[in-house]
């Protein structure tokens, strides 16, 4: 299964160890859930966003926060 790493642009947060998904989709679609959960009772920060990298430590996705 393919590893996916999250990283939260504009607080310096790195994810290290990262998560297996079956594919890109289901790790976009974490994100997205992630980010939806960040997003409750928080004023918008337009430079925040999550980011997924595949384990070739590719950006395959960039969702805001």
Not at 19 to 27: C, E, H, L, N
Not at 34 to 54: F, P, T, Y
Request: glycine letters at 8%; a negative charge; zero cysteines.
């Amino acid at each position: 299964m393919p590893h996916y790493y999250f990283h939260l642009h504009g607080s310096g947060a790195a994810d290290m160890d990262g998560q297996k998904f079956p594919d890109d989709a289901a790790a976009i679609a974490e994100a997205k859930e992630v980010a939806g959960d960040l997003r409750i009772g928080r004023v918008s920060m337009s430079q925040e966003r999550i980011v997924v990298k595949n384990a070739r430590r590719e950006t395959i996705h960039e969702e805001p926060l």
